[in-house]
C-alpha cells in the first residue's frame, strides 16, 4: 500500500477553495439533540482539535449529561447554556470534507429564543429538523418547520433522533414520517429527506448503521455532501447594490459592492436605478484581479463607459429585468425587540445597502407559528411574526423573497438607539394602494415611466362603496364560463355594484384580433387580457374574465399583473365528454376534423390548477346554482357590504 503524499499549503488552498460550501441549520424543539448531532458530526469527522477534544473530555465530566462524551458541549459554551442544558444563542460551526466545506449553525429551540433561530436559519441552504423518536412532531418541531419555509430555506432533512431509545423500530420512524409529510404540505415544502439516527450513539450520522438495517439510505453526511444546492442561487436577476464608489484618482470611478444575484459581464448594457440612466461595463474587478465576468455572491468593483452619478444605495441591474420600484410594500415580519411593534412610531428599513425612513402603515394579521392560523391584528410582540404593510420615504427595489432572498429581505431598526429590531421578507404581492405599480412585464423603454393620477385605487373603491377583484374563470370551451360569468355580472349589477365581463371572445374581436392560437400568442391574448382587468381594478371595477387560458404559467404571469390579493381564479371543471356534448358553436366538431388546430382539450393540452380559488363543476346544475356558489365565495372580498348583496 503506497501512502498518501501530503500536500502542499498552496495545493491544499486551490484545493479547499474549489470545494463549494453548504450552510446548514439545525433547528428542532428542545433537547431533540441538535448540539449532539454537530457535536457528532465534528468528531466523527476529525474536525475537532487536540486540546478541544481534551476540554471536552473534562467538561464531559464535570457538567457532561452521562458518562460518555458530551458532545453538546462543543456548541453550548455560554455558562447559562451548560447550566441549563440548552441552547441559548446561535454557534456556528465549520468543518470540511473532501467533497464540501460546511458551515452548520446551531440554534435554540425554545419559543423565547425564536429570534435567534429565524437569525441562525437567514442564510442556510438546507435546515436539518431533528425529531425526538420518543415523542414525535412536537409543537415547537411545527414552529421551526414553518420558520425555516417562511425563511425560503429550499430543503429540510429530517433526522428522526434517539432511534437507540425506541429499540431502532422501523415503525416508530414510519409514523413519525407520515406524520410529517401531511404537516409538511400545508407549507408547500416540496424537498424533504428522512433519515432515523441517533446522534449519542453514531448510528447514521456519518456511517450506517448496523442497528436499523431496515434503512437503506444515505447517512447524514452522505446526504450533506451530495445534496446538490447549485439551483439556490439566482444567475437571472442581476442585482448590483453600490455600497462605495471608488476614486482612487481622477482616471478611475468604479462602483463597489457584492453582487446579490444574476451575472454581469463587459460589455452588457446595465441600468442604474433610480436615475434609469443606462450604460455598459467597460471592467470588472476584485481582490483577484480583472475579471471579464462576475457572479453571486462575488464583491466586485465595477466601472462604466459613461460618467454617470451613482452613489451609495444606487443598483445596477439589466435593463430589462427590472426590481419592483416601491415605496410601500407588504413583508412577513419576525419581530425581535422587547419593545412591541408600533404603527406610530418612525422605523428604518435597511434594504440591501439602501436606508429609508419608514412607518407601519398596517398590521394586516399575526401568525399562531404553533397552529399556523391567523390571529387579528395587534402590536408584534417579541418573536411574534405577521404580515405587515410598510411605507418608506424613497423607493426601495424589491423582489419577492421567494424569488431572491438577498433583495427579498430586509431588516427593521430603531432610530434611537440604532438596533435592529425585525426582519422582514417581502411578499409577492402588491398591495392596493400600489396595484397601479410596474407590471410582470418590464417596458421597452427604461425612457417610460408609469404616471400617477391625484386620484388613487382607494379613493375610487370607496367612492363605489366596493372593493375590486378579478375573478378569473378557467376552464374548456363549454365548459360554461361565460354564462357564469355574464349571470354573475346581473347579480352584482343588481346589488348595486359595478362590474364587467371582460370576454375572450369579444377581446380577440378588437384588442386581440391580430393573435393567433399557436401557444405564443395565446400568452400574449392572456397578458393583455389581464393588462385590462387591471386598468379596469385600478379604476373600482370588479372584473369577471372568462377565458380558457390553459396554461398554468399563463394564469400565474396574469396573477403577478393583476396583483395577489385581486385575483380569484375559478376553475370551471366540467369534463371534456360533457363539453363537447353541449358544443354550442361547433368547435369540438370542426376540431375533430382537423379544421381548428390547437384547440384546447383536443389537440392542444388544458392544464388544470392545482388550488384554485374555487372549483366549480356544473354537471347536473344550473347556471344560478354555480353563480350562488360563487358569489358566497366573493361576498366577503367585495367590501363594504351593501344592501342587496345577502
Known amino acids: 500500500m503506497v501512502a498518501s503524499v501530503p500536500l502542499a499549503i498552496h495545493e491544499f488552498l486551490a484545493q479547499n477553495a474549489a470545494k463549494d460550501l453548504l450552510r446548514v441549520s439545525t433547528v428542532g424543539s428542545v433537547d431533540d439533540g441538535k448540539s449532539t448531532l454537530i457535536g457528532r458530526l465534528l468528531h466523527d469527522t476529525k474536525a475537532i482539535y487536540e486540546d478541544h477534544l481534551h476540554t471536552l473530555k473534562a467538561d464531559s465530566a464535570r457538567v457532561g ?59 442556510a441552504n438546507l435546515a436539518i429538523i431533528l425529531i425526538d423518536a420518543r415523542h414525535g412532531i412536537l409543537t ?65 450520522v456519518v456511517e450506517r448503521s448496523q442497528n436499523m438495517p431496515w434503512y437503506h439510505g444515505e447517512s447524514v453526511l452522505e446526504y450533506l455532501e451530495d445534496v446538490y444546492i447549485g439551483s439556490d442561487r439566482n444567475l437571472i436577476d442581476l442585482r448590483l447594490p453600490v455600497q462605495y464608489v471608488v476614486r482612487p484618482n481622477l482616471d478611475f470611478r468604479g462602483f463597489a459592492g457584492q453582487i446579490a444575484s444574476g451575472v454581469v459581464k463587459v460589455g452588457d448594457e446595465v441600468l442604474v436605478m433610480p436615475s434609469l440612466k443606462t450604460s455598459r461595463v467597460r471592467s470588472i474587478f476584485s481582490f483577484a484581479g480583472e475579471h471579464d465576468e462576475a457572479f453571486a455572491p462575488m464583491s ?81 410582540a417579541v418573536n411574534e411574526i405577521g404580515r405587515v404593510v410598510f411605507q418608506t420615504t424613497r423607493n426601495l427595489f424589491l423582489d419577492p423573497y421567494a424569488r431572491n432572498r438577498c433583495t427579498g429581505s430586509f431588516i427593521i431598526i430603531d432610530p434611537s438607539s440604532n438596533n435592529t429590531v425585525g426582519a422582514g421578507m417581502v411578499i409577492d404581492r402588491v398591495p392596493a394602494s400600489q396595484l397601479r405599480a410596474p407590471t410582470a412585464t418590464a417596458p421597452r423603454s427604461a425612457n417610460i415611466s408609469r404616471e400617477e393620477g391625484r ?20 376552464g374548456l370551451s363549454g365548459s360554461g364560463k361565460s354564462s357564469i360569468a355574464k349571470e354573475l ?48 381594478n385600478d379604476a373600482g371595477t370588479i372584473v369577471l374574465v372568462p377565458v380558457i387560458s390553459p396554461f398554468k404559467d399563463d394564469r400565474e404571469h396574469a396573477r403577478r399583473i393583476i ?22 358553436k361547433g368547435l ?48 366577503a372580498l367585495i367590501m363594504p357590504p351593501r344592501p342587496g348583496l345577502t
Not at 388613487?456 to 378557467?474: F, V
Not at 396583483?563 to 354550442?584: I, M, N, Q, Y
Open 563 to 584: 396583483g395577489e390579493e385581486r385575483f380569484c381564479d375559478v376553475h370551471v371543471s366540467t369534463p371534456l365528454e360533457v363539453c363537447e356534448a353541449r358544443d354550442a
Open 65 to 123: 449529561t452521562g458518562p460518555e462524551l458530551d458532545f453538546a458541549l462543543l456548541t453550548d459554551g455560554l455558562k447559562a447554556e451548560r447550566e441549563q442544558k440548552i441552547t441559548i444563542d446561535v454557534a456556528y460551526r465549520y468543518f470540511a470534507t473532501p467533497k464540501r466545506n460546511f458551515i452548520i449553525a446551531d440554534t435554540p429551540g425554545h419559543e423565547q429564543y425564536t429570534r435567534n433561530m429565524a437569525t441562525g436559519a437567514s442564510t
Open 300 to 380: 466586485v468593483t465595477v466601472t462604466l463607459e459613461d460618467e454617470i452619478d451613482i452613489s451609495r444605495g444606487d443598483m445596477l441591474v439589466h435593463s430589462r429585468n427590472l426590481p419592483r420600484v416601491q415605496a410601500d410594500f407588504e413583508a412577513m415580519v419576525v419581530w425581535m425587540a422587547e419593545e412591541p411593534m408600533q404603527p406610530d412610531r418612525p422605523y428604518l428599513v435597511k434594504h440591501t445597502t439602501r436606508t429609508a425612513k419608514a412607518a407601519v402603515q398596517k398590521i394586516e394579521y399575526r401568525v399562531d407559528v404553533n397552529t399556523l392560523r391567523r390571529m387579528p391584528p395587534a402590536p408584534l
Open 489 to 536: 355580472e346581473r347579480r352584482l349589477y343588481e346589488a348595486g355594484r359595478h362590474a364587467y365581463v371582460l370576454d375572450g371572445d369579444n377581446l380577440r374581436l378588437g384588442l386581440n384580433r391580430d393573435l393567433s392560437f399557436s401557444k405564443a400568442e395565446r400568452t400574449e391574448n392572456i397578458r393583455r387580457a389581464a393588462e385590462v382587468a387591471r386598468l379596469f
Open 140 to 204: 415547537q418541531t411545527k414552529r421551526h418547520s414553518f420558520i425555516a419555509s417562511l425563511l425560503g430555506i429550499p430543503r429540510l432533512l429530517i433526522a428522526v433522533n434517539k432511534m437507540d431509545l425506541v429499540g431502532h423500530a422501523e415503525e416508530v420512524f414510519d409514523q413519525i414520517v407520515t406524520e410529517y409529510r401531511d404537516f409538511a404540505a400545508r407549507l408547500g415544502i416540496a424537498d424533504l429527506k428522512f433519515i432515523p439516527i441517533s446522534a449519542l450513539m453514531g448510528d447514521n
Open 455 to 474: 386620484v388613487s385605487a382607494d379613493d375610487r373603491e370607496k367612492l363605489l362603496g366596493q372593493r375590486a377583484i378579478t375573478i378569473w374563470l378557467t
Open 588 to 635: 369540438y366538431r370542426k376540431a375533430r376534423a382537423g379544421e381548428i388546430e390547437e384547440f384546447t382539450g383536443i389537440s392542444s393540452p388544458y392544464e388544470p390548477p392545482e388550488r384554485p380559488f374555487l372549483c366549480l363543476n356544473t354537471m347536473g346544475r344550473t347556471v344560478d346554482d354555480c353563480v350562488e356558489e360563487l358569489l358566497a365565495r366573493v361576498r
